[in-house]
C-alpha cells in the first residue's frame, strides 16, 4: 500500500504555493494525501513566524503530531518554513520527536530525506538558488502561482522574513514565461506572481537576461489563455507608475494593488526603517487614482509599533480614512526574535495595542464597506471558486477587483461569468449570474 502523507500549511501565499510544490514532488514520490493527519506516515508542517501568534498556532498542532508519532513510531514528522529557519537546530532539542526541518521552499531537501537511509534527525537550513522544477499540485486546477523571486533585501525593523527567507534572488525570466505557458497550457486562467517584494524583480538578474516587473508583467499578459494576473507583494518605495500604466493598460492584469501602508505616521515609517513617508506614500495613491480610477487599494497596518503616540496612531487613521481601503489585514505589533524592532524603547502594553487595533478595524471596516457599495448595480466579471461558503445554494467567485461574490445561478468552478451585484458589504458582494461570458459546449 502507498505510503500516505499530511500537510498542514501556515502563513502567506509563498507557504501556500510551497505546500503545492510538496504534494507534487509526494506524489511523484509515490506518496498519497491522506484525508486527516491521523491517518499519515509522513505528517509535515508548513510553518510561518511572522507574529508570536503563528508561532503559537503551529506548536499546540505539533502536539498531536507527538502523540501520533508516540502510538506508531515509523511515522516521520517534518517541519518546514519559516518558523523551522528561524529556530534551526533548536527544532530538535525542543521537538525530539520531529524527524526532519527545513526552509523555507527547500522542499527538495525533503525529497533527499526521504530517499536516504538516515535515521537520525535532519536539518536543512542553507539558503540556496531557487528550488523550482518540482511538480506541483494545485488546489484549483484554473488558478496557479508563479514564484518570481525569493527573499527579500529589504530591512524592515520589525520583520523576521529577510532572516529566515534570505536574499532576494530572482528567476530567470525566461524560465518564468515557459512555466506561464505551461500553467495556461494545463487549464489556469488566473496566475499570481509571487514575491516578497515583486516590484525590485529583475535587479539582482545579469544584464542580458534584466527585464523589470513591468515588462515580466505585460509578457505573462500576452500568454493565450491568461485571463487574470494578479502580484503579491510590492513595497510602496519601488512602486514606479511604468507597473501603475500597466494596470490600465494590460488587459489580463486585474484592477487591485495590495499597497502594504504599515503606519501612517512618517516617524513612525521611519523606524521602521519603510523608506518612505507618508506623504510619498499618498503620492502612489494618487497615482494610482489617476491611471485605474476604478483600482482596488488593500493594505496592510501594524498598531502598536515600539513608540507609537497617540498622534502617530491618529495619523494612521487619518490615512486608512483618506485613502478608503477596500480591505485591509490589520496586526499587532509582535516583537520576533532577532529583529531590530524587539528590542527598541518604547514597547507598548497589550491592552493599548488592542484599543488601538479595535480603533482602527472600525476605520478600515466602514471605508470598505462604504467603497463597496460603487459596485452596486454593476456587472462584474467573476471567476467561480464553487458553492458559497455559508449558503450551499448559491455559487462563489472573485471579480477582478479581488471582492469575493455570493450568486445566484448555474456554472461550474472555473468559468468567467457576468454577475449582477444587488448589494455589499466590507467583505463580500452579492448577486445574480446575468449571462455566461464563456459559451458552453
Ligand atoms: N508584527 C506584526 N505584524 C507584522 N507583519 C510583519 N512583521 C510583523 C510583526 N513583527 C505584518 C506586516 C506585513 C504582513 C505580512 O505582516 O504588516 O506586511
Ligand atoms: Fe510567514 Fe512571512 Fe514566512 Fe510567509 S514569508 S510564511 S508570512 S514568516
Known amino acids: 500500500m502507498a505510503q500516505k502523507f499530511h500537510v498542514t500549511t501556515f502563513g502567506c501565499q509563498m507557504n501556500v504555493h510551497d505546500s503545492e510544490r510538496m504534494r507534487g514532488m509526494l506524489a511523484s514520490l509515490g506518496y498519497e494525501e491522506a484525508a486527516e493527519r491521523g491517518e499519515a506516515d509522513l505528517i509535515l508542517f508548513n510553518t510561518c513566524s511572522i507574529r508570536e501568534s503563528a508561532d503559537s498556532r503551529f506548536i499546540a498542532h505539533l502536539g498531536e503530531a507527538k502523540r501520533l508519532k508516540s502510538e506508531d513510531p515509523e511515522r516521520v514528522v517534518g517541519v ?4 523551522a529557519q528561524s529556530v534551526k537546530e533548536e527544532v530538535f ?12 521552499g527547500q522542499i527538495h531537501k525533503l525529497a533527499e530525506f526521504l530517499n536516504s537511509d538516515s535515521l537520525s534527525a535532519q536539518g536543512y537550513f542553507e539558503f540556496e538558488e531557487f ?5 506541483t499540485r494545485r488546489e484549483r486546477e484554473f488558478q496557479g502561482w508563479l514564484q518570481i523571486s525569493q527573499g527579500c533585501n529589504c530591512v524592515c525593523s520589525y520583520c523576521i522574513v529577510p532572516s529566515t527567507r534570505g536574499r532576494e534572488v530572482s528567476r530567470d525570466p525566461e524560465e518564468l514565461l515557459l512555466e506561464a505557458q505551461n500553467l495556461a497550457a494545463d487549464g489556469v486562467r488566473e496566475v499570481t506572481l ?10 539582482d538578474l545579469p544584464l542580458e537576461k534584466r527585464i ?3 515588462e515580466l508583467l505585460r509578457r505573462v499578459d500576452a500568454i493565450e489563455g ?3 494576473i494578479r502580484y ?3 513595497h510602496p518605495k519601488d512602486m514606479k507608475e511604468d507597473v501603475i500604466r500597466a494596470h490600465a493598460e494590460l ?7 495590495h499597497l502594504p501602508l504599515q503606519s501612517g505616521s512618517s516617524a513612525v515609517l521611519k523606524r521602521m526603517r519603510r523608506t518612505y513617508n507618508r506623504s510619498r506614500y499618498m503620492d502612489r495613491v494618487a497615482l494610482i487614482r489617476e491611471h485605474v480610477p476604478d483600482c482596488a487599494i488593500t493594505t496592510d497596518i501594524i498598531v502598536g509599533f515600539p513608540g507609537e503616540s497617540e498622534r502617530d496612531f491618529e495619523e494612521t487613521l487619518e490615512v486608512a480614512e483618506e485613502v478608503g481601503y477596500d480591505g485591509a489585514f490589520t496586526f499587532i505589533f509582535s516583537p520576533r526574535r532577532e529583529t531590530e524592532a524587539a528590542t527598541m524603547e518604547g514597547q507598548l502594553p497589550h491592552p493599548l495595542k488592542v484599543e488601538r487595533l479595535e480603533r482602527l478595524v472600525e476605520v478600515v471596516q466602514r471605508r470598505a464597506s462604504e467603497r463597496a457599495q460603487r459596485f452596486i448595480g454593476r456587472t462584474m466579471e467573476v471567476l467561480v471558486e464553487g458553492t458559497s461558503r455559508t449558503d450551499e445554494t448559491k455559487l462563489r467567485g472573485r471579480t477582478r477587483h479581488g471582492k469575493a461574490v455570493n450568486f445566484d445561478g448555474v456554472a461550474s468552478a472555473g468559468d468567467l461569468v457576468d454577475v449582477e451585484i444587488e448589494s455589499a458589504t466590507s467583505q463580500t458582494l452579492s448577486g445574480v449570474l446575468a449571462r455566461p461570458l464563456t459559451p458552453l459546449l
Open 80 to 83: 518546514g518554513g519559516c518558523w
Open 93 to 104: 532539542e525542543r521537538f525530539p520527536f520531529v524527524d526532519v526541518a527545513f526552509g523555507p
Open 131 to 135: 528550488s523550482g522544477h518540482l511538480p
Open 194 to 203: 509571487l514575491g516578497q517584494n515583486v516590484n525590485s524583480y529583475g535587479r
Open 212 to 214: 523589470s516587473f513591468s
Open 226 to 228: 491568461i485571463d487574470r
Open 232 to 234: 503579491t507583494s510590492p
Open 251 to 257: 488587459p489580463a492584469l486585474c484592477e487591485q494593488i
